[in-house]
């Protein structure tokens, strides 16, 4: 019930393409939904993040959809760069501690 | 520059041998974190700090110590017990002890046996 789900592993996406990256979830106490992005060789960075009374936030071109009846949420990238790619970690906020997903590796080919 | 300071970046041990990640935050956060980062794993929880002087088990404690004597510092050992140490560390903050979700990180420790 603590484990977040994120597809897909991996994703390669052209340039000024969309990326999308997806999320599930299976416990409701679950409050508060961040993304981190990790470049190669460095640690992760919080990128966005929303609260479960929004089904949209936007910042740039990264914006997060959430589902909350569907217990899914997902990070669109729009006009993907080559400087995008690296690995995107969805999380939950729930039991004082922090979950993570597993990671998509996102390759954006020039 | 406020930030968390991990060292080494890299460091090799032989089996059998017990080692020591540094971690030092000037954020003047009151929680702090390791996390252990594998291929395909996302990160998992090793230990946690919300005060000083007190710390709790993660989901993957076993092999593992830590300490927090002082608010910036959170040393993990990786001692002989654990049986695969082979991975990337990376030591984190927060402001508090409850996580809104944003954490600091740091740049990481790799850490390879031989």
């Known amino acids: 019930q603590q484990q977040v789900k994120q597809s897909p592993q991996s994703l390669i996406v052209q340039k000024g393409g969309i990326s999308i990256i997806n999320c599930a979830y299976e416990n409701t106490a679950f409050d508060y939904f961040p993304w981190y992005q990790q470049f190669p060789g460095k640690g992760p960075a919080l990128l966005i993040a929303?609260?479960?009374?929004?089904s949209e936030k936007k910042e740039g071109r990264f914006t997060i959809s959430f589902n909350k009846s569907a217990k899914q949420f997902s990070l669109h990238i729009m006009d993907s760069q080559p400087g995008d790619s690296a690995t995107y970690f969805c999380?939950?906020?729930?039991?004082?501690?922090?979950?993570f997903g597993t990671g998509t590796r996102l390759l954006v080919s020039p | 520059d406020g930030g968390i300071t991990q060292s080494p970046k890299y460091l090799f041990r032989k089996e059998g041998q017990n080692v020591t990640l540094s971690c030092e935050q000037n954020?003047?956060?009151?929680?702090m974190y390791w996390y252990r980062q594998d291929p395909g794993q996302g990160l998992r929880l090793i230990y946690y700090s919300q005060i000083v002087n007190d710390f709790q088990k993660g989901d993957i404690a076993e092999g593992y110590s830590v300490s927090r004597e002082k608010k910036e510092s959170f040393p993990l050992t990786v001692t002989s017990a654990q049986k695969n140490p082979t991975a990337f560390y990376l030591c984190a903050s927060s402001i508090t002890g409850t996580p809104s979700g944003e954490l600091f990180f740091g740049e990481g420790s790799r850490l390879t046996v031989l």
């Open positions: 999380a939950a906020t729930g039991f004082q501690k922090l979950v």
């Open positions: 954020l003047n956060h009151d929680a």
């Open positions: 929303i609260r479960p009374d929004v």
